[in-house]
């Protein structure tokens, strides 16, 4: 028996009874933040457990988000990525197979003789399936590679999952600036209607000798102020609805301007309550940097393979016949072998790049629990503003009811002529910015719930990838 049959079943055994996985043991990295989320004093911190659609009470908004994640192009690059992400860990995956090809050959080979010319012919056909160079992974270096592949590809699923939270609350955000500019647009056309009032009035007053030309002006400056306000507002507006087209990739129902208001509110006022901070660690960018770090984590096993031999077997078996007729009627051909390769000498690049794999793991490790911190501080940050925002738009609400009384009274008192126009003005200012506070607060609120959507892990958006 040759030395290479006897070495088959040897090597054939150790295959058999597994390889030796090199690379170090993962363990989850103990979360830098507080155990428990930040809560106020009547319930426990805000954990969205609902998908998207039911935190959307619009039915414009909606289907906004809806054609959105059909036709965004960021959303279309990330499917594309996990569609190159499968292919590469397809490719890996495919290294711990044998490889078997098949071949075959007739060939007819001829002489003269050279005492009468006449042609001595031969024919002779063969067939072969044969094992490529299939590595037994004794030490763990394919196994390894593939491990990393896989967690490769299972953080970009998580990039889509994350694209998909972004795109939503991009959505959302750009329609609640729709709904805020439309509403200071109405208020600014308003003011332009009353302002226009007040100065057809104290130009009654002028006619009569009750007002002075200072009156006149202050009132035609507040009309053109207004005006000027209108102009601003309908620019922002457009702008709003170019940015709403944008972010969605593809054209607007033609009356969608109209749908967006900000009360009743497009979306819910508060989200359900729930649990402790650990829940951070399912949002999609936190378990896409925990891929990052196992997949960081398998190629220092792949690298401290390369410390040892590299076993490859080969094989093949086959027929061959002095004729294609007879050809599986012939004699059978087998041959098998193992071959063992062992860098004796490499100027230290095996050890270069365990060094390489190794900072890698640590710079991942790195990169996860700074994603965990960033989640915990954007949720804190959500949190503390749910907590008072309802507190800032009942005193806004309380404050617009005071200024519009103190309007109507001096507006009143000058129309008698106790007061100059300059306290109508100023009563005018002071309503004005009180509902523009009040805008900004409503609008703030739906932003607030939409950062905290966003900053949990965006409920129910696609399913993550085990």
């Given at each position: 028996m040759t030395p290479s049959l006897r070495l088959a079943p040897l090597m054939l055994s150790v295959a058999l009874a597994g390889c030796v996985n090199l690379a170090p043991a993962y363990e989850r990295a103990e979360a830098p933040v507080p155990e428990t989320l930040p809560v106020s004093d009547t319930g426990t911190a805000a954990v969205p457990v609902i998908?998207?659609?039911?935190?959307?009470?619009?039915?414009?908004?909606?289907?906004?988000?809806?054609?959105?994640?059909?036709?965004?192009?960021?959303?279309?690059?990330?499917?594309?990525?996990?569609?190159?992400?499968?292919?590469q860990y397809g490719i890996t995956r495919a290294a711990r197979l044998p490889g078997v090809s098949a071949a075959g050959s007739v060939t007819e080979t001829g002489s003269f003789d050279g005492d009468n010319g006449s042609p001595l012919l031969a024919d002779s056909a063969?067939?072969?399936?044969?094992?490529?160079?299939?590595?037994?992974?004794?030490?763990?270096?394919?196994?390894?590679?593939?491990?990393?592949?896989?967690q490769t590809y299972l953080s970009t699923v998580e990039g889509e999952r994350s694209v998909k939270i972004s795109l939503i609350s991009s959505v959302a955000q750009a329609w609640l600036s729709l709904a805020a500019d439309r509403?200071?647009?109405?208020?600014?056309?308003?003011?332009?209607e009353s302002q226009g009032a007040s100065l057809s009035l104290t130009r009654e007053l002028f006619d009569s000798g009750v007002v002075t030309e200072i009156d006149v002006r202050r009132a035609s400056a507040s009309v053109e102020t207004a005006k000027a306000q209108v102009a601003q507002f309908t620019g922002l507006v457009r702008q709003d609805l170019n940015a709403l087209r944008f972010v969605v990739g593809a054209d607007l129902p033609a009356d969608i301007a109209e749908a967006a208001v900000l009360?009743?509110?497009?979306?819910?006022?508060?989200?359900?309550?729930?649990?402790?901070?650990?829940?951070?660690?399912?949002?999609?960018?936190?378990?896409?940097?925990?891929r990052q770090l196992q997949a960081a984590n398998a190629n220092i096993g792949a690298a401290r393979a390369a410390y040892f031999p590299v076993i490859s077997l080969t094989g093949s078996a086959g027929y061959s016949?002095?004729?294609?007729?007879?050809?599986?009627?012939?004699?059978?051909?087998?041959?098998?072998?193992p071959q063992v390769s062992l860098p004796i000498f490499d100027g230290g690049?095996?050890?270069?790049?365990?060094?390489?794999?190794?900072?890698?793991?640590?710079?991942?490790?790195?990169?996860?629990?700074?994603?965990?911190?960033?989640?915990?501080?954007?949720?804190?940050?959500?949190?503390?503003?749910?907590?008072?925002?309802?507190?800032?738009?009942?005193?806004?609400?309380?404050?617009?009811?005071d200024t519009s009384v103190t309007l109507n009274l001096s507006q009143e008192r000058f129309r008698v002529g106790i007061d100059d126009y300059f306290s109508v003005l100023d009563a005018q200012r002071n309503d004005y910015q009180s509902r523009q506070n009040?805008?900004?607060?409503?609008?703030?609120?739906?932003?607030?719930?939409?950062?905290?959507?966003?900053?949990?892990?965006?409920?129910?958006?696609?399913?993550?990838a085990e």
């Open positions: 998908g998207w659609q039911a935190l959307v009470q619009s039915e414009a908004l909606e289907g906004l988000i809806a054609l959105a994640l059909e036709n965004n192009r960021d959303l279309r690059a990330a499917t594309a990525r996990i569609a190159i992400a499968e292919a063969r067939a072969q399936l044969g094992v490529t160079a299939y590595e037994l992974d004794l030490f763990g270096r394919v196994a390894s590679l593939n491990e990393a592949a896989l509403e200071r647009l109405r208020l600014a056309k308003e003011t332009v009360s009743p509110s497009p979306l819910m006022d508060h989200l359900p309550v729930g649990a402790p901070s650990h829940v951070l660690l399912s949002r999609p960018d936190v378990l896409a940097a925990e016949s002095t004729g294609l007729d007879d050809l599986f009627d012939g004699g059978g051909t087998w041959s098998v072998g690049s095996r050890k270069a790049n365990l060094g390489v794999s190794k900072a890698n793991r640590d710079l991942a490790l790195a990169q996860y629990e700074q994603s965990i911190q960033t989640a915990f501080r954007e949720t804190a940050d959500a949190l503390a503003v749910a907590q008072t925002v309802d507190d800032r738009i009942g005193a806004l609400r309380r404050l617009v009811e009040l805008i900004d607060a409503e609008r703030d609120r739906a932003l607030n719930v939409v950062a905290l959507f966003r900053a949990l892990g965006g409920g129910q958006v696609g399913g993550t």
